[in-house]
């Protein structure tokens, strides 16, 4: 027997698949590369500015020493200590660690500091060039391009599997691919850490605000709220 072909590669990725879990807790590797914030953020300043001023945007700051000290000793952590470099704590806290392009803690890039647009909106190393291509047919021609284009680069628009692997990522919790590092802040030390995605996706001080869009992208896929948050989005600028 020998191990070429599809056999070799299917070894060479389970080996590949083995080193990235024992870094990248929950979030299982993929296949696309992160880029950071600033890429995002020159050409949607609105969602950026409101961003900024939300929980995830300063999410690294809570695992300062003193940050939170309440919390933090409710569920059973030191609040003198500083967690920002520590690896059961950061995945959760910044964007992409342990993924291609993603946080690093040797060497910490400050546009992937927080929970960022691409913890939520996916790696966006490849779709956001189609932004810029599809932007730039639609102002030419009036030509729109299909979402589907956009999922096949890396991004994301169902959202739910990607908030649970940091929300719902303890023991005995409701999503299947718990696994370590897990999430000290349970339903058990809180109820008010119950995560329930209906609500949570519409919280004001965590999630960016909404702001219209000129339909460069059509058709699926889109999440169930899409068209709400739509009706009530400001004008671009109007933050
Ligand atoms: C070169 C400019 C540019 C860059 C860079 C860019 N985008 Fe976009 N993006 C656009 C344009 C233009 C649209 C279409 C907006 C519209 O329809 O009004 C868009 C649409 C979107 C949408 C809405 C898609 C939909 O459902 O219609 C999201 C979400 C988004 N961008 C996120 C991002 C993220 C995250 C990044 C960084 C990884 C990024 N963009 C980088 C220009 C850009
Ligand atoms: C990379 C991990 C990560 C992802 C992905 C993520 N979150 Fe969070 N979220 C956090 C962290 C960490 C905090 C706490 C921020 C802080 O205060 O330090 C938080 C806080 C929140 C809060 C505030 C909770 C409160 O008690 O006020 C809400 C609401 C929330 N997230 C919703 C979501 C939703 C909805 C999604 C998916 C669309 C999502 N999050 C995706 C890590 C994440
Ligand atoms: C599996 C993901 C995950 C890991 C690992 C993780 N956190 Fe978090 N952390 C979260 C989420 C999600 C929240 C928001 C919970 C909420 O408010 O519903 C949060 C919230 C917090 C908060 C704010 C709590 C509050 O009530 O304001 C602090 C402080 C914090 N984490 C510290 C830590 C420390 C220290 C560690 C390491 C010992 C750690 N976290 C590891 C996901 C994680
Ligand atoms: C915690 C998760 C989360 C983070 C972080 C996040 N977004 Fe979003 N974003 C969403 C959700 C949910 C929607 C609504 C999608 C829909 O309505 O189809 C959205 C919508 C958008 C849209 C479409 C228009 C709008 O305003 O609804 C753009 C553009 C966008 N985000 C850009 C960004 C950029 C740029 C960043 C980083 C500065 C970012 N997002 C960070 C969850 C997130």
Not at 106 to 113: E, G, H, I
Not at 198 to 222: C, I, S
Request: aromatic share 12%.
């Amino acid at each position: 027997m020998s191990f070429t072909g599809k056999m070799g590669t299917t070894v060479f990725t389970v080996l590949l698949s083995v080193v990235f879990l024992a870094i990248s807790p929950a979030i299982v590797a993929e296949d696309f590369s992160y880029d950071g914030r600033k890429k995002c953020s020159g050409c949607h300043k609105s969602q950026y500015k409101s961003w900024r001023q939300t929980g995830h945007a300063k999410a690294l700051e809570s695992l300062e020493a003193g940050a939170k000290a309440e919390a933090k000793e409710k569920a059973g952590l030191d609040p003198d200590q500083d967690y920002t470099a520590d690896e059961k704590c950061v995945a959760c806290h910044v964007t992409g660690y342990g993924q291609e392009g993603g946080y690093e803690i040797a060497d910490p890039s400050k546009f992937l500091v927080g929970v960022g647009c691409e913890s939520c909106h996916g790696p966006g190393k490849k779709y956001r060039r189609l932004h810029r291509k599809a932007a730039d047919k639609y102002k030419k021609k009036g030509k729109t391009m299909p979402r589907q284009a956009l999922v096949d680069k890396g991004e994301e628009f169902e959202f739910i599997d990607r908030c649970n692997a940091c929300h719902l990522n303890y023991q005995g919790s409701s999503w299947a691919g718990a696994k370590e590092p897990y999430t000290p802040f349970t339903p058990e030390v809180d109820a008010k850490y119950t995560f329930d995605f209906d609500k949570y996706v519409r919280n004001e001080k965590a999630m960016h605000q909404h702001f219209k869009l000129e339909g460069v992208f059509t058709g699926p896929p889109l999440p169930s709220f899409h068209q709400e948050f739509q009706d009530a989005a400001k004008p671009l600028g109007g933050e």
